[in-house]
């Protein structure tokens, strides 16, 4: 621990934060906490902040600030219909070919329906008369075919949350499945997915049982496919929840989607199996005739999601997009590269201070000093395109993953949260009682304590800060 010398409202606070992190059972945890005095640009209290730890999702603000400041507030995705041959008498002599550039915003957070986009594609192609097509190509070669990183957990890629990243995907790659009991114990549970499409099936073994029995319904996956399988029990009662199961090989997911909505519309598919081009030397895009595109939101929008409510997804297309649009590779390993030369030479982070696996944090093997995250925020402080990474962080008692936290300090505390097993963490900036911003990093690891657990102790920390000077 150190604090400022000669400072006694800094001894105070670290006197008020050790008697959080240092009585049992919290003190068994490892924790980094950095808080920094932006009026003085000195830290008032540190405890191995130059220390690396796993940070969870606190790691989504190097990719948001990267981002903000590489490719701007304007920066828009395109998802474009290409032509794969001559338009005669109403009939498409060849495939649509539907080409992604990483777009997460083709959903129902954004739009109408979770295929509203891909629907309203299919009617710009009716309009312009095209009535038949050949079939679907999906063209996925934008970004590279590396849709997961081999070190996230495996029980975590059946979940949203580890959803598979590539140039085309919808619906944040996920199938939603809607939970609740029948009405008499024996009965099937009532499991039903969308959006319908032909491209999953289910399985549903789930059966309800008795009031007050507990709750096993779960969720398995036919590797390789999207088979689902429900089983377990779910007894009477139960409140109805929704479950968010990932896909898998997601071009052909959203091609069958597409090639679905163009049937909807009165539009002939002569070939059912849709066409996945994955290899950019396959690609037929390039110099093709264009039918339709669609523009997804400014970037603002999607940052959104990956700080408010913590959207690994997004944050994970978001790494493959910087690779793309800085270095010409939409990789992990090309937009990684570009937020390490980010950190390094805009924000003046010493390369030994992080180890960056993956966007989202996700992944154990990320690991950053509070003291560098500390550095990164309050860069974004004071960087103009930084506003973009502030504006997006929950708010204490008012918005995304920190509305129902310190609610008791209303408005007060602006930043991001994180979690992943034994690693809990938030860093953002504090308003003190005097109007005075301070910028902390507050990371646990190792705890072997529940989540919920040491998000209080974390609290109370921030508490603490949100104190210095009284």
Do not use: C
Request: avoid cysteine.
């Amino acid at each position: 621990m150190s604090t400022r010398a000669g400072d006694a409202a800094a001894s105070a606070l670290a006197r008020r934060i050790e008697t959080v992190v240092d009585r049992a059972p919290f003190d068994r945890a490892h924790w980094g906490i950095e808080v920094w005095d932006p009026s003085t640009g000195e830290p008032i209290y540190r405890r191995d902040a130059d220390r690396h730890f796993v940070p969870a999702s606190n790691l989504k603000l190097v990719v948001s600030a990267a981002a903000a400041h590489l490719l701007g507030p304007d920066f828009r995705y395109r998802t474009t219909v290409y032509a794969g041959g001559p338009v005669q008498a109403g009939e498409l002599r060849g495939d649509v070919v539907l080409f992604g550039r990483g777009d997460p915003t083709i959903s129902g957070r954004y739009f109408a329906s979770a295929t509203a986009v891909l629907d309203s594609l299919a009617d710009v192609l009716y309009r312009q008369g095209v009535r038949r097509v050949a079939g679907v190509t999906a063209d996925e070669s934008h970004f590279d075919a590396a849709h997961l990183r081999e070190d996230w957990e495996r029980y975590d890629l059946l979940w949203w949350y580890a959803a598979p990243v590539g140039a085309l995907g919808f619906n944040d790659n996920s199938i939603d499945f809607r939970v609740e009991p029948g009405a008499r114990p024996g009965d099937p549970a009532h499991v039903t997915g969308s959006p319908a499409s032909a491209f999953w099936q289910l399985e549903n073994r789930a059966r309800t049982v008795a009031r007050g029995r507990p709750q096993t319904l779960d969720f398995e996956r036919v590797p390789g496919t999207n088979r689902i399988l429900a089983y377990g029990e779910i007894p009477r009662g139960a409140a109805a929840s929704t479950e968010y199961v990932a896909v898998v090989d997601p071009a052909r997911v959203v091609g069958t989607v597409f090639r679905e909505a163009l049937e909807r519309r009165g539009i002939r598919v002569d070939r059912a199996e849709v066409r996945v081009v994955s290899d950019p030397a396959q690609s037929r895009a390039a110099g093709a005739p264009v039918l339709a595109e669609h523009v997804s939101p400014p970037l603002p929008q999607v940052i959104g999601p990956i700080l408010g409510s913590s959207q690994n997804w997004f944050a994970e297309l978001l790494v493959k997009t910087l690779g793309r649009e800085i270095r010409g590779e939409g990789s992990w390993s090309a937009g990684l590269a570009v937020e390490r030369e980010f950190l390094e030479q805009v924000v003046g982070i010493d390369s030994a201070a992080f180890v960056l696996r993956d966007g989202s944090g996700l992944s154990s093997g990320n690991l950053v000093t509070p003291e560098m995250l500390v550095k990164l925020l309050a860069w974004a402080r004071t960087s103009p395109r930084g506003a973009l990474l502030r504006d997006a962080l929950p708010v204490s008692g008012r918005s995304g993953s920190l509305k129902s936290r310190l609610v008791d300090l209303p408005g007060r505390v602006a930043a991001k949260t994180g979690y992943i097993g034994n690693v809990d963490s938030l860093s953002g900036y504090a308003t003190l009682a005097d109007g005075r911003v301070v910028v902390f990093s507050v990371i646990a690891n190792a705890s072997g304590l529940p989540s919920s657990r040491m998000k209080g102790a974390i609290d109370d920390v921030v508490r603490a800060i949100a104190s210095y000077g009284r």
